[in-house]
């Protein structure tokens, strides 16, 4: 059960302020031997290991956090700006962890039960009892400190590979953040400057989420808190239990937005990102859900694939901008991320972290997240390319995980887009997992190339416009009602066989018939799996969904963005449709027609690398036989 929001207040943290400072100060932590001496080796920040074991002992060590990140600039004592803000970073951090580990007390009786231990000594189920809430108030104060340093303190560049995993204690919560103190003295330690101090201070906190996580199901009186939402206003910090580990704050998008009135042709895609613009924004905060979700047509993923130079870029700009003004309206926040090229690491496994950080920041419910992978058949690889990356391999692993894996979400807080100019490129698997196929092909017809002259000439000029009405061809009803339209039958070859097949002795009239078309495609394209009949289904329910949300709904938040759940769902219900067999025929068309065009353009291509490959044997034996008769030719 939701337990609902619980604000921290400032005065609860303020009291905990003394023993957070005297952390950061200096602290004695007890921890097992490592085998590492105490002194460095000279010349370097390393520390000889010894060969003989002490796996068992213990031994002390003096924690001096703030000694030690004023020694990472040695030429001078005082702090510097960097240093200082995660000192100061880490100091709140232990404080909002004590306040958040005294809440959970009260909440589980936790307090009633230190109460009645420091009057006589609890036994039976109640020591049990005390003892599993104890761990598991050290579990949620560690988990809250690592969550608090992840958010604030932010890194550049590549990030710290050689991060030590923490050992935690988790007698008391004190002894938690003394652990979490320690190891990020050692992260710290090693730093040669303050650049490499943020990224190592960044991995510790990724790294001790990543260890507490995987230790969860080891605590049994964690239940309580993973409905519980914690919110720090002055900071704008959240911890919403464990479902999502907490990501970075949004900085402002810096995009330059385009207009749909400033793309010409596109029109399928136009509309429906135009659609999927409104649609994010049905989101509804309280319940972490999308009424489109329930009621079917949410665009989760898409790829738009075309020829270089039709218009995917500026796709991506509209529809970035359309979901940022709606935002800016409604007052959410907007994640828009892209992940690229530039994110693929030479280190082993960074890459797909990369990949993974990506995903979390755009899944993230507490926003609405636009999240795009432009050029993927350069980032992604196919898993039989042996030729591609390791890191390229990482990302196909993750993008397939994550957007169709057995723990995906869709809550419809979020969409990713796919776009690339050779889609045959991109692994089978993944691409069948992009719900939605936008053929970007730009201007098409001779009233789109009118359009996009006039439009890009600008109006410095007098040259007439002549017998034309200048934009009529690109009004989006009649244009996707057109483009509709020409799916009524394939446009591909080898599906237009098929297509004729089937026409010769059926009538699409019944779902056996609908069937038995996808049949005869499935025989003539392999890879028109059931993923496939799933992603035309759910076009097919889009387009029964296929309704204008009206414009004045997303003019004040009061109207449509900011009502409860279900008056949401009741409003988009009253626009609902139908879906016709023809909506079906034209879905069918247009997603099969994309996979007969990929299995084309891989052919042609490898068609191509044949004659290309015998053009310079041809040319090499001719050459070889001109080099013996002249006497050059020794092989």
């Given at each position: 059960m939701d337990t609902?929001?619980?604000?921290?207040?400032?005065?609860?943290?303020?009291?905990?302020?003394?023993?957070?400072?005297?952390?950061?100060?200096?602290?004695?932590?007890?921890?097992?031997?490592?085998?590492?001496?105490?002194?460095?080796l000279a010349g370097t920040r390393r520390r000889f290991v010894s060969t003989v074991s002490t796996a068992g002992s213990k031994s002390t060590r003096e924690v001096e956090l703030a000694k030690t990140l004023s020694a990472v600039t040695s030429s001078d004592s005082m702090l510097t700006p960097v240093q200082h803000g995660?000192?100061?970073?880490?100091?709140?951090?232990?404080?909002?962890?004590?306040?958040?580990?005294?809440?959970f007390a009260k909440q589980t009786g936790l307090d009633s039960l230190r109460q009645k231990n420091a009057a006589s000594s609890l036994e039976g189920d109640d020591a049990n009892q005390y003892r599993g809430l104890l761990e598991a108030s050290s579990y949620v104060a560690a988990f809250a400190a690592c969550a608090y340093l992840h958010q604030f303190v932010e890194t550049a560049g590549e990030p710290a590979n050689d991060i030590e995993e923490p050992n935690f204690n988790f007698d008391t919560p004190q002894d938690a953040l003394k652990s979490f103190v320690g190891g990020l003295e050692l992260a710290a330690s090693?730093?040669?400057?303050?650049?490499?101090?943020?990224?190592?201070?960044?991995?510790?906190?990724?790294?001790?989420?990543?260890?507490?996580?995987?230790?969860?199901?080891?605590?049994?009186?964690?239940?309580?808190?993973?409905?519980?939402?914690?919110?720090?206003?002055?900071?704008?910090?959240?911890?919403?239990?464990?479902?999502?580990?907490?990501?970075?704050?949004?900085?402002?998008?810096v995009m330059t937005f385009k207009r749909p009135d400033e793309i010409v042709g596109n029109h399928i895609a136009k509309y429906q990102s135009l659609k999927l613009a409104k649609m994010i924004m049905a989101y509804d905060f309280d319940r972490q859900l999308n009424p489109f979700v329930e009621l079917g047509g949410f665009l989760f993923t898409f790829i738009g694939d075309g020829s270089p130079g039709t218009g995917k870029t500026i796709l991506i700009q509209m529809i970035a901008g359309l979901i940022n003004d709606y935002?800016?309206?409604?007052?959410?926040?907007?994640?828009?991320?892209?992940f690229g090229v530039d994110q693929i690491s030479s280190y082993q496994g960074k890459s797909g972290q990369n990949c993974k950080q990506f995903v979390t920041n755009v899944l993230n419910p507490k926003t609405i997240g636009f999240g795009t992978v432009d050029d993927i058949d350069q980032v992604a690889a196919k898993r039989s390319d042996d030729r591609a990356s390791a890191g390229q391999q990482e990302v196909t692993a993750v993008l397939m995980e994550?957007?169709?894996?057995?723990?995906?979400?869709?809550?419809?807080?979020?969409?990713?887009?796919?776009?690339?100019?050779?889609?045959?490129?991109?692994?089978d698997a993944l691409r069948q997992r992009a719900g939605a196929r936008w053929l970007v092909d730009g201007p098409q017809t001779r009233d789109d190339y009118i359009d996009i002259f006039a439009l890009l000439a600008g109006k410095n000029h007098d040259i007439p416009l002549g017998?034309?009405?200048?934009?009529?061809?690109?009004?989006?009803?009649?244009?996707?009602?057109?483009?509709?339209?020409?799916?009524?039958?394939?446009?591909?070859?080898?599906?237009?066989?098929?297509?004729?097949?089937?026409?010769?002795?059926?009538?699409?009239?019944?779902?056996?018939?609908?069937?038995?078309?996808?049949?005869?495609?499935?025989?003539?394209?392999?890879?028109?799996?059931?993923?496939a009949i799933k992603n035309i289904t759910d076009a097919i329910k889009m387009r029964a969904m296929d309704i204008d949300l009206p414009d004045e709904w997303f003019?004040?938040?009061?109207?449509?963005?900011?009502?409860?759940?279900?008056?949401?769902?009741?409003?988009?219900?009253?626009?609902?449709?139908?879906?016709?067999?023809?909506?079906?025929?034209?879905?069918?068309?247009?997603?099969?027609?994309?996979?007969?065009?990929?299995?084309?353009?891989?052919?042609?291509?490898?068609?191509?690398?044949?004659?290309?490959?015998?053009?310079?044997?041809?040319?090499?034996?001719?050459?070889?036989?001109?080099?013996?008769?002249?006497?050059?030719?020794?092989?």
């Open positions: 609902g929001l619980t604000t921290l207040d400032e005065k609860d943290i303020a009291k905990h302020l003394p023993t957070a400072q005297s952390l950061v100060t200096k602290l004695i932590l007890l921890e097992a031997s490592d085998n590492k001496s105490k002194t460095e995660i000192l100061f970073k880490t100091r709140r951090a232990l404080a909002v962890a004590l306040a958040v580990a005294d809440e090693d730093a040669t400057d303050d650049s490499v101090l943020q990224s190592r201070v960044r991995a510790y906190a990724d790294r001790s989420l990543e260890e507490l996580l995987q230790r969860k199901s080891r605590f049994n009186q964690l239940g309580s808190f993973e409905n519980t939402h914690l919110r720090l206003e002055a900071d704008g910090f959240e911890l919403n239990g464990f479902d999502v580990t907490p990501g970075a704050k949004s900085k402002p998008l935002c800016e309206v409604a007052g959410y926040g907007f994640t828009y991320e892209n994550s957007f169709a894996g057995a723990s995906t979400v869709v809550r419809g807080n979020c969409s990713f887009g796919m776009f690339s100019n050779y889609p045959e490129n991109v692994d017998d034309h009405d200048l934009l009529a061809a690109q009004e989006i009803k009649e244009a996707v009602e057109t483009a509709y339209d020409k799916h009524n039958k394939p446009e591909e070859d080898g599906l237009l066989r098929v297509y004729e097949r089937f026409e010769k002795d059926n009538k699409l009239k019944t779902m056996a018939d609908v069937g038995t078309y996808l049949h005869m495609i499935k025989k003539a394209e392999p890879r028109f799996t059931g993923r003019e004040k938040p009061e109207n449509f963005m900011h009502k409860a759940y279900d008056e949401k769902k009741a409003m988009i219900e009253e626009l609902r449709g139908p879906f016709t067999l023809d909506m079906v025929m034209q879905e069918i068309n247009r997603y099969a027609d994309s996979e007969f065009r990929y299995t084309d353009k891989s052919d042609n291509a490898a068609v191509e690398e044949i004659i290309r490959r015998e053009r310079q044997r041809e040319k090499a034996v001719r050459e070889i036989e001109a080099m013996r008769k002249d006497g050059r030719w020794d092989g």
